[in-house]
């Protein structure tokens, strides 16, 4: 069974502070999604990584794949109120018909 | 394009009642998939669907039956409510050639369920 574990679980930080959430797992992924869930709603899908060693930006976010893609991070520089929300990580493992999703990081940015 | 589309948004049920969630999505995706959401737990996929008339057991099917008549609609169905089944009810849908990655999940908005 393929896990993915996501740390930090809680994170709360004050404006403009940076952060890194982790997304690990021991099963080899042929590609990572992160996914950005606010309250009331259904998760969105910020980014893909598909190749080991990949690197994405999407404004202040910052998404890379582990060399062995077993793992990935994402790092937001300069925090704001606007990025507070659920942190999904889901990897898609060979031949699968589904994602295995982490638990999230619930991350709150404090004006 | 209005994507997946869940309804209702807020249900209270009794213990021992029915219901069917109902989901539609209009982006000819082949896969659906209905998850459950509790505070702390992440996703849990209850059932999913790779095509019209094909549906299959997730990780915690009990307590729930799906059925994939055409390629828009999968509607969940609840048989017999117990409290354990009070959660954040989420479909989701995707494309799918070769690969999921290629086009992600589209989710949609949520059904509270509230069994008392």
């Known amino acids: 069974t393929q896990l993915l574990e996501q740390s930090p679980q809680f994170l709360s930080i004050q404006e403009g502070e940076n952060l890194t959430v982790y997304c690990n797992s021991s099963?080899?992924?042929?590609?990572l999604q992160w996914y950005r869930q606010e309250p009331g709603e259904g998760p969105v899908l910020l980014v893909t990584v598909v190749t080991g060693g990949e690197v994405k930006k999407l404004k202040r976010l910052t998404f890379q794949f582990g060399d062995a893609r077993k793992d990935s991070s994402l790092h937001i520089t300069a925090a704001q109120p606007g990025d507070t929300g659920l942190y999904l990580c889901?990897?898609?493992?060979?031949?699968?018909?589904?994602?295995?999703f982490g638990k999230g990081t619930k991350l709150t940015v404090n004006p | 394009n209005a994507g997946v589309t869940q309804t209702p948004k807020f249900r209270i049920l009794k213990i021992g009642q029915s219901m069917t969630l109902q989901c539609t999505q209009d982006?000819?995706?082949?896969?659906m998939y209905w998850y459950r959401q509790d505070p702390g737990m992440g996703l849990k996929l209850i059932y999913y669907s790779v095509g019209a008339g094909i549906t299959d057991k997730g990780e915690v099917p009990n307590g729930y039956n799906v059925s994939r008549s055409t390629t828009e609609d999968f509607p969940l169905r609840l048989e017999l409510a117990a409290p354990s089944q009070t959660s954040v009810y989420f479909c989701?849908?995707?494309?799918?050639?070769?690969?999921?990655?290629?086009?992600?999940?589209?989710f949609g908005s949520g059904t509270r369920l509230t069994v008392v």
């Open positions: 099963s080899v992924f042929s590609s």
């Open positions: 889901a990897g898609e493992g060979g031949g699968s018909e589904k994602l295995v």
């Open positions: 982006m000819n995706h082949n896969y």
């Open positions: 989701a849908s995707t494309w799918t050639g070769d690969l999921i990655s290629n086009y992600g999940y589209t």
